[in-house]
């Protein structure tokens, strides 16, 4: 073989005219070409057999109490001096809740989502979450998304065997998309879920010759390896190809919505623009966090107000950039615990047990909130202290998944339960 | 298809192994203890791997050409020991080069917080430009290794207010002062942490309205673990022991320094009663002795050996290495040095299959292959902050106290951003950094390895993955570099583009 010598430059650097670009001048380089057809067209029915599920997770453990206000309940009043949201009917001009049924209503910053509310297209369930006692955030989480409280048996999670199990012909890459940085634990499983953050910006480095045979070598070399990582590859790269041909930078949401900023919003916004793309998106988890309040969390004004303002607003553009496409999409919204009844020293709440879960779709029976209330009196407590849990919070997962999402295979999904009907969701 | 496995047995294993220089000393104390050569081989399905780049990639975060070199010198038995003394380790280049950020790094967090109020981002670069510099350019790469570890064990999450500024003062004074030293003494310094005080509201634990917070995560995530054996009446009496336990007031001090301060009035006096142990009353002394309780406790020796197990040897330990370093941490009275030791010198850490990278340590073993310099250490950090924080692995920003987690299923998604930091690091985009391509030449010249294409590959396969590349990798890479350029331009780089961010190079 004949010792060439390397110069210090030419080592590394790419021959002839294939300038590497930056990951940005990329991004403009490979803007697809305007394909009318596919992008934001009314939904289709193709292979998604059943309702487009987002699953938005509350991370920290949220005062739900302080969310969906048992205003009718004299014991809340005089566990939270500092902490309770006045009454609807309280003296002065200072926010104060909104009624919903005369017992619950909801936190004043959730404004915006009254009229869904009242529209029959939202609800709540509340005393609800997952039975098992912890009160760790990790394992109440991993539990929670797991679908099977108290028990690590499974790696997978429930959103995960809920797509492994329905039998539908989807094979779309993007079935499944976590928005964030990372998968969340309810989509793990045989399925390959994707980390989002950016549409845009979901591909190679390089200009596009160069990326496209990088991208095959790369899948030739992760097919030596094990399956996970291989399938983690795999869905890389197609959903690479896939996501190049939304145009999502020509994305103008309808009727009139508008997203607040924050990367919550937009993971909305970009949700809704898949599900739009009819790409074949079943499944999007997205995440937001802050709800721990130990301390300060501030009642009608503060920290836990401003995210549920974050949280409603948010939902609130969704809702109305989807239209009457909410017949085809059912929104849950969870915490891994609720809060103690009583306030702490800190001015907050520490972790308690039960809570609230809301349901966002077009296709509920339209009871403003569902629970099987006992009141919040020390005997009824759990612990003496949490609010108790009357309704598994897989009792409502299991509705959703039957009843909107075609999915019968209840058995494999919550493995060791029995579930009971709610009447949240029309049959 | 066929898989890795299947594709070795076609070479038979043992013509693998042959390829290896296996250090003497190694095998011949396996031999004296009775365990054959053929223990070496990992257990995995992967190809067997020279004991030299596998302890490499153990105790370091990664192989650079100078680390290359200087293993084979001195062997691993004396590498081994050579790390466990990071202070006999002169590392003038490492510290020169975060020297720039040593006015933020050696100040106190509160006066910090005075004069960066309302520019967080220079603290926060300063921290992690500090954290990826030393694990890049520190000899003492066994020491970083530890102060990651203990970073993650007492995890604080920096986008929670002050605890930005006072993160400055834990990595300082907890994890990088006591970060090999004993446990109790490590455990001790987090608890007068302001920092974790902070984060976990230990601050305002009084005994009015105890704030069980830290004193649960002191239980469940520092030392005895979650079925260590607690009860919620020991968190709860923990909280008791604990308050008091906070930090002076920005007031208390002119320049805004922020320290411990045990504060009598929020104490809660009395006795209290913890794992069946009576604590006497006694101030803050309590604490004191509750520290000594946990930190000689028997879970807790599990709970730890477990973590280091799962750092150093797999995502799922054998029982046995854990039983090994639970004892020596035991006996040693918690001596970090002495448990690390156990670890390294057992065969479960030399049959160990190759571990997943996370995203972090993924880079900067990137940048170490590539003999990357730091010019402007801060501008390098700005430039890594927004990639490592897409693969949710920036240093401090894990906003659980459990810290990042350590597990390949955690971080399998993200590839396409290591991708494309293997792509950019190659092709030298890095600011304030600069690639080591002289040190890479003249290594490849020591080596006598030809200049050629497939020549260089192949030898930079085996570099950077400690072994061979399979005939079937082999043809990919030298495919795509030869189609990538024309030979020496491009070609090179596009191949070690390829290498770099190929799966063999994801585990370490």
Known sequence: MMANTISRRAFLRAGGSAA????????????PRWMPRLAFAPLTQTSVRGDVLVSIFLRGGADTLNMIVPHGEDAYYRARPQL???????????PKTIDLDGFFGLHPSMERLLPIFQAGEMSAVHAT??????????????????????????NSGWIGRHLATIQNANGSPVRAIGWGTAVQQA??????????????DYHLAGDTAAAARMLESLSSLYALEGESLYASAEATRSAINILAGVGYQNYRPQNGA???????AMALRQTAALIRADVGLEAACIDLGGWDTHVAQGSVDGIMARLLRQLSDGLAAFHTDMGSDMRRVSVVIMSEFGRRVEENGGRGTDHGHGGAMLVMSGNLTGTPVIADWRGLERDVLDRGEDLPITTDYRDVLTEMLTLRLGNDNINEIFPDFSPSGVGLFRA | MINRRQFLETLGIGAAAAAFTVDPGVLGRALASGVSAGAFMPQHDTAARDPLAHVISRLTYGVTPALYSHVREIGVQAFIEEQLAPETIEDSAAESAIEPLLPILNENGGVLRVGFENDRGTVALALIGGTIVRQMLSKRQLYERMVHFW???????????????????????????????????????????????????????????PNENYARELLELHTLGVHGGYTEADVQEVARVLTGWSVSGRQQNADGRIVYEFREMFHDNGDKVVLGTTIPSNGEQEGEQLLDLLARHPSTARHVATKLARRFVADTPPESIIDAAAATFLDSGGDIRATLRTIFNSQEFW??????KQPTEYVVSLLRALDYRVDDPRRMAAGLRDPLDTMGNLPFTWAAPNGFPDVQSAWQDGLITRWNMAIGAVYGQLRGAELGSDSLIALLTA???????????LFMGRYLFGRDLTTTERDIVVEFAQASGTEGEGQIGAGLSLLLASPAFQYR
């Open chain 1, 20 to 31: 590497v670009m930056t990951q940005m001048a990329a991004a403009q380089a490979a803007l």
């Open chain 1, 84 to 94: 309770a949201i006045p009454r609807p009917d309280a003296a002065g001009s200072d």
């Open chain 2, 151 to 209: 970073g993650d064990h007492f995890s604080v999450y920096v986008a929670k207010g002050q605890v930005l500024f006072l993160k400055v003062d834990d990595d300082r004074d907890v994890t990088r002062s006591k970060g090999m030293t004993t446990f109790r003494q490590i455990l001790g310094a987090s608890a007068h942490s302001p920092a974790m005080l902070l984060y976990l509201d230990n601050a305002q634990n009084e005994r009015s309205h």
């Open chain 1, 258 to 264: 508008e997203y607040p900023e924050g990367e919550f």
């Open chain 2, 351 to 356: 049959n160990a299959p190759p571990k997943y």
């Open chain 2, 447 to 457: 080596e006598g390895v030809d200049m050629d294409t497939e020549s260089v590959l």
């Open chain 1, 129 to 154: 979450g997952s039975p098992n006692e912890t009160r760790s955030h990790f394992e109440a989480m991993d539990f929670m998304e797991r679908g099977t409280p108290g028990d690590y048996g499974l």
């Open chain 1, 187 to 200: 989509l793990r499983g045989a399925i390959s879920p994707i980390a989002l953050q950016s549409i845009v």
